[in-house]
């Protein structure tokens, strides 16, 4: 009898969770120009929906209102925080498709939007998504402390910005003539996937008002999982074919990027990964019970098929 916490049922509470996140994004991301705003473009809205809407694991997302659940805090806050984050995520996948950045046809199993539309508009779509996430963040009907605002909106960009994935991405563009060493592979993983991955952990504790040592506490639960989000992706990059994937496979070695599976093998980061699960679980510990659902998602993430 499966229950709950088996991986089934994880996916199944993801699944749930993915929906409640695609309802709130489809009214987010509808036609009807907020206050402040003066219209909102018709093309460019559908292309943004086509970055963001119908697809996607919503993983970022799930860690935000988990963590968030470990406290008293409002659940419809920490979704808001949570689809905030999906449009960032969703916009850097947008523009990393771009012919300038990684030249990908297929996203999410779909035409990526620059094919569905054109660059401009996939470049518009990103930038959208991008500034529209501090929008919905700091809106008075994400219903937190302003203070608590400020600083979701502070770490949020830091970990998407220059020093985070952005800063990340500029240098995985290097680092096909720069080849980085093993500390430099794990620098620019740790900004251009981590960073996002660490915020949406760290976001509970800030939604929840958790004292500091809480708060880095689920930081690094975060960067624990981010880096095993990251080498399970290397190593489907390596296994994987695009069909399961939903996107091209094999880019790496392809454009002679160093991964860490590259340096070290197969075998070596399965271990890794279950040193990083064991890690995650060892950080969730003071939680007790409360933090199961956390410790099945970085099994999962760890042990993912796409
Ligand atoms: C363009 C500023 C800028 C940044 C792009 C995150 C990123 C930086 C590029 C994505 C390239 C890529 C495929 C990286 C591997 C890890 C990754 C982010 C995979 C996609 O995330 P999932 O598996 O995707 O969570 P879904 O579709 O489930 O949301």
């Not at 003539?177 to 592979?185: H, L, S, V, Y």
């Amino acid at each position: 009898m499966k229950n709950d916490h088996d991986i089934s049922g994880f996916e199944l509470r993801l699944a749930a969770h993915a929906a409640e996140v695609e309802q709130l994004l489809v009214t987010l991301l509808d036609e009807r120009p907020r206050t402040g705003e003066i219209t909102r473009p018709p093309r460019l809205m559908a292309a943004i929906r086509h970055g963001a809407l119908n697809g996607g694991k919503r993983l970022r997302p799930f860690l935000v209102t988990e963590t968030a659940r470990l406290y008293d805090s409002t659940p419809d806050a920490a979704l808001r925080v949570a689809a905030a984050l999906e449009c960032i995520h969703c916009y850097s996948l947008v523009h990393d498709d771009l012919p300038a950045m990684d030249d990908d046809d297929l996203r999410r199993g779909r035409p990526t939007v620059h094919k569905a539309y054109d660059e401009a508009a996939a470049i518009l779509a990103g930038d959208g998504l991008l500034t529209y996430a501090f929008d919905i963040i700091a809106d008075d009907a994400t219903q937190l402390p302003v203070k608590t605002r400020l600083d979701l909106v502070a770490c949020l960009a830091r970990a998407a910005g220059i020093g985070g994935m952005v800063g990340g991405q500029a240098l995985d563009l290097m680092a096909e003539t720069a080849n980085p060493d093993e500390a430099g592979i794990i620098t620019l993983q740790a900004m251009k996937t981590g960073a996002l991955i660490r915020f949406a952990c760290e976001a509970g504790a800030i939604i929840g008002n958790a004292g500091t040592e809480e708060r880095e506490r689920l930081a690094e639960f975060g960067s624990a999982i981010g880096l095993a989000f990251q080498l399970a992706d290397d190593l489907l990059d390596v296994t994987a074919d695009a069909a399961t994937m939903g996107k091209a496979t094999g880019k790496d070695a392809a454009a002679g990027k160093g991964t860490l599976v590259g340096l070290h093998g197969i075998d070596w980061t399965k271990k890794q990964l279950a040193g990083l699960v064991a890690q995650a679980e060892d950080l969730l510990a003071p939680f007790g019970e409360k933090a199961s659902v956390l410790k099945e998602a970085a099994r999962f993430i760890a042990l993912r098929r796409n």
